[in-house]
């Protein structure tokens, strides 16, 4: 398993680790496979959408904060409900397929590291998975 290190810089952030993930599928010599991203965080999540304009996280964290709202009288002592909340509805993980050593996304998708409650240092997993 690779642990890779993402330091953020706000409270909520979407981060770019596609070619974090690429670098780690290109070390790994898989022909056939595929590779399971995993944030260890009840605050923090990972998703696939598109990088090409950096106004669709913006958006997409905007969109969040309209959904959970980061104050709604919630009950959780710690005062950082909204960011459990925007992390399951996001989820801890995605798996994307790799072909000739190759991770496969479509053209216009990356993978992004969602802040919901930072900044702080977090990790995620990575573990390639050699197709039988
Ligand atoms: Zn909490």
New binding site residues.
């Given amino acids: 398993m690779h642990v890779l290190t993402v330091k953020t810089s706000s409270r909520f952030e979407m981060i770019d680790i596609t070619e974090r993930i690429r670098e780690i599928v290109a070390k790994e010599r898989i022909r056939d496979g595929l590779c399971l991203i995993f944030v260890p965080h ?2 923090a999540a990972v998703t696939i959408n598109e990088n090409a304009d950096p106004d669709v996280p913006k958006d997409m964290l905007d969109i969040l904060d309209r959904l959970v709202p980061l104050r709604g009288g919630y009950r ?1 002592g ?4 909204a ?2 909340a925007k992390a399951s509805l996001v989820g801890p993980s995605e798996m994307a397929l790799i072909d000739d050593n190759r991770l496969v996304l479509g053209t216009w998708q990356g993978i992004f590291f969602c802040e919901f ?1 930072g900044p702080r240092s977090r990790k995620v997993f990575v573990k390639t998975i050699a197709a039988p």
Wanted: hydrophobic residues 20%; charged residues 20%.
């Fill in positions: 009840t605050t959780h710690e005062g950082n409900a960011a459990h409650d």
